[in-house]
């Protein structure tokens, strides 16, 4: 019944999303990109008259996303509706326009989404080409890597942390305004970045379902250490220290691509800032009176200099996918006493190794190893210094490929964690599909998977695009 009660509160809002969103796109100025692994492919074309076609093209497409929680307590975890609109305006032979927004509205009110409708711009992109560089101009997204699932060298977009990293990355990155150039250099082709201004992550408060605790990521430290902040000490919690708006805080990146002897190959650079702040511990205030002292933490983004590359090949049903980053100086949680800051700087290395097999037409089947390591030594290290993951996913079709399957299992291999995410979508005819899943998770709760594992739930989904 909560399932059902949620859906009507909500059919209305979606109506007055829709039309605010329209409005949005008609009248916006602004140039913007579509997202280069978009899936939305029915754009139709909407004549201005019967004699001349409209050099716009347009799509929508309504959602909702509603999940129960199957730990007790079971409630409603979310009913997520979305309405989104895109347009593609053809300037001319070289040139053209993309806009695009997304309004959302959430009744359930657990994730830390605002309470009323807000529209979230996606897409405000100009490109075309000037000689042999391809510009594109505005509001996007740019993915880098090869890897399923997992962010070794794809750190361009700030991530939406308020349903943790269940939400697909497509959805969840957050567009940035950015200058982006592709240009050939003999074989190969190099990209340049420029993102003039920073903007975080999104995260969840610390009430919210997937808050974790007062500043975000303190609760997983609290639950690895022997000392527990929380139950020692009363918190303060100092406003998070962003980047200034100036110049020096741009952020840059490169990448170099060419294909030699069949393999795909790219190298990496990229100079940013970290999407989600670090709770430094700023000290502590004995001047209260108070017998607990208070511990004052200072969150803070630090810069992210990451280096690294990737390549691909494919060998008849198999593709080999290989991809590996150099985080140079990030920030680590250390055990120190008396406590200090609580992190120190180190280098940190993530890499994947993928194979993909096409079994059949109906059947594919892709495997990944994780590793990953901090250059600094375990015993100052409040985390194990290695982290094993490994991953399988399974994604068949059937019934002419209108029912389609899924299966994603990552599990830890050096820590106790998982996650298991089964799903299976129908689809009826070209505009209308439905979507059934869950998402398990679980391990110690000192590791991240394990500390919500409590949070398992069921989503169903239901997605109208014309």
């Given at each position: 019944?909560?399932?059902?009660?949620?859906?009507?509160?909500?059919?209305?809002?979606?109506?007055?999303?829709l039309t605010r969103l329209l409005c949005l796109v008609t009248?916006?100025?602004?140039?913007?990109?579509?997202?280069?692994?978009?899936?939305?492919?029915?754009?139709?074309?909407?004549?201005?008259?019967?004699?001349?076609?409209?050099?716009?093209?347009?799509?929508?497409?309504?959602?909702?996303?509603?999940?129960?929680?199957?730990?007790?307590?079971?409630?409603?975890?979310?009913?997520?509706?979305?309405?989104?609109?895109?347009?593609?305006?053809?300037?001319?032979?070289?040139?053209?326009?993309?806009?695009?927004?997304?309004?959302?509205?959430?009744?359930?009110?657990?994730?830390?989404?605002?309470?009323?409708?807000?529209?979230?711009?996606?897409?405000?992109?100009?490109?075309?080409?000037?000689?042999?560089?391809?510009?594109?101009?505005?509001?996007?997204?740019?993915?880098?890597?090869?890897?399923?699932?997992?962010?070794?060298?794809?750190?361009?977009?700030?991530?939406?942390?308020?349903?943790?990293?269940?939400?697909?990355?497509?959805?969840?990155?957050?567009?940035?305004?950015?200058?982006?150039?592709?240009?050939?250099?003999?074989?190969?082709?190099?990209?340049?970045?420029?993102?003039?201004?920073?903007?975080?992550?999104?995260?969840?408060?610390?009430?919210?379902?997937?808050?974790?605790?007062?500043?975000?990521?303190?609760?997983?430290?609290?639950?690895?250490?022997?000392?527990?902040?929380?139950?020692?000490?009363?918190?303060?919690?100092?406003?998070?220290?962003?980047?200034?708006?100036?110049?020096?805080?741009?952020?840059?990146?490169?990448?170099?691509?060419?294909?030699?002897?069949?393999?795909?190959?790219?190298?990496?650079?990229?100079?940013?800032?970290?999407?989600?702040?670090?709770?430094?511990?700023?000290?502590?205030?004995?001047?209260?009176?108070?017998?607990?002292?208070?511990?004052?933490?200072?969150?803070?983004?630090?810069?992210?200099?990451?280096?690294?590359?990737?390549?691909?090949?494919?060998?008849?049903?198999?593709?080999?996918?290989?991809?590996?980053?150099?985080?140079?100086?990030?920030?680590?949680?250390?055990?120190?006493?008396?406590?200090?800051?609580?992190?120190?700087?180190?280098?940190?290395?993530?890499?994947?190794?993928?194979?993909?097999?096409?079994?059949?037409?109906?059947?594919?089947?892709?495997?990944?190893?994780?590793?990953?390591?901090?250059?600094?030594?375990?015993?100052?290290?409040?985390?194990?210094?290695?982290?094993?993951?490994?991953?399988?996913?399974?994604?068949?079709?059937?019934?002419?490929?209108?029912?389609?399957?899924?299966?994603?299992?990552l599990t830890g291999l050096s820590q106790k964690q998982y996650?298991?995410?089964?799903?299976?979508?129908?689809?009826?005819?070209?505009?209308?599909?439905?979507?059934?899943?869950?998402?398990?998770?679980?391990?110690?709760?000192?590791?991240?998977?394990?500390?919500?594992?409590?949070?398992?739930?069921?989503?169903?989904?239901?997605?109208?695009?014309?």
């Amino acid at each position: 019944m909560g399932v059902i009660n949620s859906r009507r509160s909500a059919a209305l809002p979606v109506v007055l999303i829709l039309t605010r969103l329209l409005c949005l796109v008609t009248y916006a100025q602004t140039p913007e990109e579509t997202a280069s692994r978009t899936d939305e492919s029915s754009q139709a074309s909407v004549p201005a008259d019967d004699s001349r076609p409209s050099r716009w093209q347009w799509s929508f497409t309504l959602r909702n996303r509603t999940g129960l929680r199957l730990e007790e307590p079971r409630v409603l975890q979310m009913s997520r509706n979305t309405a989104d609109a895109k347009g593609i305006y053809k300037i001319d032979d070289k040139w053209r326009l993309t806009l695009e927004a997304r309004a959302h509205y959430d009744p359930v009110d657990r994730l830390g989404y605002p309470k009323s409708v807000w529209v979230d711009p996606r897409q405000v992109l100009l490109d075309g080409s000037v000689g042999r560089v391809n510009l594109k101009l505005g509001l996007q997204q740019v993915v880098w890597g090869q890897a399923d699932g997992l962010r070794v060298l794809d750190v361009i977009n700030p991530l939406d942390y308020r349903e943790f990293i269940l939400e697909d990355f497509l959805d969840s990155r957050r567009p940035l305004w950015m200058g982006r150039a592709d240009v050939r250099i003999g074989e190969g082709s190099l990209q340049l970045l420029w993102v003039p201004y920073f903007a975080p992550g999104r995260l969840p408060g610390p009430d919210a379902e997937f808050g974790a605790g007062p500043i975000f990521g303190l609760g997983l430290i609290e639950a690895a250490s022997s000392q527990n902040p929380a139950s020692q000490f009363q918190l303060r919690i100092s406003p998070t220290k962003r980047p200034p708006y100036r110049l020096g805080s741009s952020q840059f990146g490169a990448r170099y691509s060419r294909s030699i002897d069949g393999w795909d190959l790219t190298a990496n650079y990229f100079y940013g800032w970290e999407d989600t702040p670090t709770p430094y511990l700023g000290g502590f205030d004995l001047s209260s009176g108070s017998p607990i002292p208070t511990a004052i933490f200072q969150p803070e983004h630090d810069r992210r200099e990451v280096f690294g590359g990737t390549a691909a090949n494919s060998f008849g049903p198999l593709v080999l996918r290989l991809e590996a980053g150099w985080n140079r100086n990030k920030s680590v949680a250390v055990t120190s006493t008396p406590p200090q800051r609580g992190f120190d700087r180190a280098g940190q290395f993530s890499g994947v190794v993928g194979l993909d097999y096409s079994a059949t037409t109906w059947l594919w089947v892709s495997g990944q190893y994780f590793l990953q390591f901090t250059s600094a030594p375990q015993s100052i290290l409040l985390f194990p210094r290695y982290n094993h993951l490994a991953s399988i996913y399974f994604r068949t079709s059937f019934m002419r490929e209108t029912l389609r399957p899924e299966l994603f299992i990552l599990t830890g291999l050096s820590q106790k964690q998982y996650l298991i995410r089964p799903r299976l979508v129908k689809t009826f005819g070209d505009h209308l599909s439905t979507g059934l899943g869950a998402d398990f998770l679980g391990g110690r709760q000192n590791n991240i998977f394990g500390f919500f594992d409590t949070k398992d739930r069921i989503v169903l989904e239901l997605k109208w695009l014309w």
